[in-house]
C-alpha cells in the first residue's frame, strides 16, 4: 500500500448525479475507503465544498488535501497509486 492510500477520501455528491454514482462504483470496485457527502442532504458540508474549489457542480474527490473536480479518473487513480 502506498503513501497516498491512506489519505482521508471523501466524496461530495448527489444521488442523481451519474458522475457521482460512477466514482463511487470506481471507488468500490478499487477497495478505496470513502467518506461520501450528500451535499442535497447536508448543504452546510455543500458550502464547504464551494468555499474550497469554488465549483458548484459534483463530484468532488478531496484526497488528502487535495481537491479534485469530476470524475477524473487518470487523476485520482494516480493521487491513490492504483492501476
Known sequence: ??????KKVIVYSTPTC???N???AYFEEKGVEYE???VQADPERGREMVEATGQMGVPVTKIGDEYIVGFNQPVIAEKLGLS
Do not use: F, P
Open 1 to 6: 500500500m502506498t503513501e497516498e492510500n491512506n
Open 18 to 20: 451519474m458522475y457521482c
Open 22 to 24: 460512477m466514482l463511487k
Open 36 to 38: 461520501n457527502i450528500d
